[in-house]
């Protein structure tokens, strides 16, 4: 059975359609988790607290708006974004800033997305992409920067950011294609 | 946020689109930028379009969870009443309109369960609406509060145990499918424990939870209150063997009054040492 299909009874309370898409879906979000809050611990944590979420909520999701897995791994980011940042929150701020001024972590953060891409046709609409935009989009998605805190690090004015992210969306969506 | 932020005008609010699709405006830009989509069409098919793309850069990442997540997470299902009021009211405001749907939940595809005629069908009401809710019922409005941060703290205790690190899940289901289940933490002597399938006892007797120890008398840990509500129980001794619950008259008893009719093994969850 499809994610679709599992979220809308498990909405009616059936814990075997549950577990069916724990199995389906708890991948993709561990993976996904880990991938932003790269602490193991806490990526457990985190994700728990998802896939507990989905089964509360499960009579929210609206088929009209998407499908189940955007849902639920919209959701996860979300989660994943808020813990990373409480945590980057907590850390010296004037530790942060020095760090930040001495080098805008080009290569590095392009490096660590590549080797952590399991599948090749991500990478390759990735690496079809400007440098900035890849950053742009990379910055924000995996490592969960703010639009702000993008614009920093990358030295570059707000305005070019937003535009880089927005492009860099679109380059990709016409690289995937009708890849689903 | 800055000042120049602030002065900028609407047209600008299209800017964030493409941020917003990949979570990355802070939470003041966010619940803006969030009340602009409400009101613009266009925007918001934009931004389900744009949270597409984005997704597409979750699925390279996927990877195995630890197995012991999956029991966890199960127990916890078990443990957990679906759409409650305090949780959604919580969780609800921090989720994007493109995600969750400024529409209230679909009708359920199954009878709203017994246990919580209040809470089931007004799972996204607002406080206006719940004050609404409780004067056709002929609820005081301090008593539905009541009932509200009861479970509010009780979805509190149940996330602390989960999130402990040593959070282990057992259970144990009966030849006629009745099932006793807890989630339990040593180190922090906390479990989460939940009855299926009982029923209410007759004659307005109740389910008491007792703690067994070697040794020792057993310890009350409280009454079920209603039907499947899971319980908390706290202060556990590591010493534990086992939870076992029988039938008490109303109120409770100090020292149980009857056979267990059901008991559940503590070892397999640290406990016993």
Redesign the interface.
């Known amino acids: 059975m499809e994610a679709d299909e599992l979220l809308?009874?498990v909405?009616?309370?059936d814990?075997k359609a549950?577990?069916e898409l724990?199995g389906l879906v708890?991948?993709?979000?561990?993976?996904?988790v880990?991938?932003v809050v790269r602490d193991p611990?806490q990526s457990?944590?985190v994700?728990?607290?998802v896939?507990?979420?989905l089964?509360?909520?499960?009579?929210?999701f609206?088929p009209g708006?998407?499908s189940a897995?955007?849902?639920i791994?919209?959701?996860?980011?979300?989660r994943a974004?808020?813990r990373v940042r409480s945590a980057r929150a907590a850390v010296d701020r004037e530790q942060r800033e020095a760090r930040r001024a001495h080098h805008p972590a080009f290569d590095q953060v392009t490096e660590e997305v590549e080797a952590?891409?399991?599948?090749e046709w991500?990478?390759r609409c990735l690496d079809r992409l400007t440098a900035l935009q890849r950053q742009s989009?990379?910055l924000?998605?995996?490592d969960?920067?703010?639009?702000?805190e993008?614009a920093e690090r990358l030295s570059l004015p707000l305005?070019t950011?937003?535009?880089r992210?927005?492009d860099?969306?679109?380059q990709?969506?016409k690289c995937?294609g009708g890849v689903a | 946020m800055s000042l120049p932020a602030r002065l900028l005008g609407r047209g600008d609010l299209h800017?964030?689109?493409?941020?917003y699709?990949?979570?990355?405006?802070?939470p003041a830009e966010r619940v803006r930028f969030e009340k602009h989509l409400k009101n613009c069409d266009r925007c918001a098919a934009e931004v389900?379009?744009?949270?597409?793309?984005?997704?597409?850069?979750?699925?390279?990442?996927?990877?195995?969870?630890?197995a012991a997540?999956?029991d966890?997470?199960?127990a916890?299902?078990?443990a957990?009443?679906?759409?409650?009021g305090p949780?959604?009211r919580e969780?609800a405001p921090?989720?994007?309109p493109?995600?969750?749907?400024t529409?209230p939940?679909?009708a359920?595809?199954?009878a709203p369960?017994e246990r919580r005629p209040f809470f089931v069908p007004f799972?996204?009401a607002t406080a206006a609406a719940a004050l609404v809710v409780a004067s056709l019922f002929a609820v005081q409005a301090n008593q539905t509060q009541d009932k509200l941060d009861a479970e509010r703290a009780q979805a509190r205790e149940i996330?602390h145990v989960?999130?402990a690190?040593d959070a282990r899940a057992t259970t144990y289901k009966d030849t006629q499918g009745r099932s006793m289940g807890a989630i339990a933490s040593a180190s922090e002597g906390q479990a989460i424990v939940t009855l299926s399938g009982y029923g209410a006892p007759a004659g307005g007797r109740v389910h008491q939870l007792w703690l067994m120890r070697p040794n020792a008398q057993p310890r009350s840990l409280g009454l079920f209150q209603r039907g499947d509500t899971p319980l908390v129980a706290t202060d556990l001794s590591k010493s534990a063997t086992s939870l076992a619950v029988t039938v008490e008259p109303a109120g409770g008893s100090r020292q149980p009054t009857s056979q267990p009719i059901v008991q559940l093994a503590l070892k397999s969850v640290g406990f016993g040492e």
């Open positions: 809308v009874l909405a009616g309370g814990q549950f577990e724990y708890s991948g993709p979000v561990f993976g996904l880990r991938r611990a457990e944590e994700a728990q607290e896939l507990l979420e089964w509360r909520s499960a009579a929210r609206d708006r998407g897995l955007s849902w791994l919209t959701l996860a980011h979300r974004v808020d952590g891409l399991e599948r991500v990478r989009v990379t924000a998605y995996y969960g920067y703010t639009y702000r993008v305005g950011v937003k535009t992210m927005r860099g969306l679109t990709l969506r995937l | 800017s964030l689109a493409a941020p699709a990949l979570d990355a405006l802070e389900r379009a744009l949270s597409e793309d984005a997704v597409r850069l979750a699925w390279s990442t996927a990877a195995p969870p630890p997540m999956r966890r997470v199960l916890a299902v078990r957990t009443p679906q759409e409650s949780v959604v969780h921090q989720l994007p493109h995600v969750w749907g529409q939940p679909p359920r595809s199954r369960r799972a996204t996330a989960l999130a690190p």
